[in-house]
Nanobody, 115 residues
Framework: QVQLVESGGGLVQAGGSLRLSCSAS????????MGWYRQAPGKQRELVAS???????NYEDSVKGRFTISGDNAKNTVYLQMNSLKPEDTTVYYC?????????WGQGTQVTVSS
């Protein structure tokens, strides 16, 4: 079993910043990738940012230049620094970890950006 624990969500004004963290624990052999999805009500889930064990990073277009993903392999932890937040960033953010062909998910953390 693999558990993902997220933290760092909250309420912030537009233009502000938040930092999300996600730590993986349990039966971890090798994490191939970690990242964050988000899904607003009535919308499809979208990949916000991801980082692979090889250091490859991808961002969803709307967050490029504002969000930064980073990882600490020793701690099996991934971070998402979110700057210049906009009201449209408001939703629940879900951390994931991909280990071989399996996907594991965090419980989700709410991010609310007020205008």
């Amino acid at each position: 079993q693999v558990q993902l624990v997220e933290s760092g969500g909250g309420l912030v004004q537009a233009g502000g910043s938040l930092r999300l963290s996600c730590s993986a624990s349990g039966s971890i052999s090798s994490i191939n990738a970690m990242g964050w999805y988000r899904q607003a009500p009535g919308k499809q889930r979208e990949l916000v940012a991801s980082i692979t064990d090889g250091g490859n990073i991808n961002y969803e277009d709307s967050v490029k230049g504002r969000f930064t993903i980073s990882g600490d392999n020793a701690k099996n932890t991934v971070y998402l620094q979110m700057n210049s937040l906009k009201p449209e960033d408001t939703t629940v953010y879900y951390c994931y970890a991909r280990i071989t062909r399996y996907m594991y998910w965090g419980q989700g953390t709410q991010v609310t950006v007020s205008s």
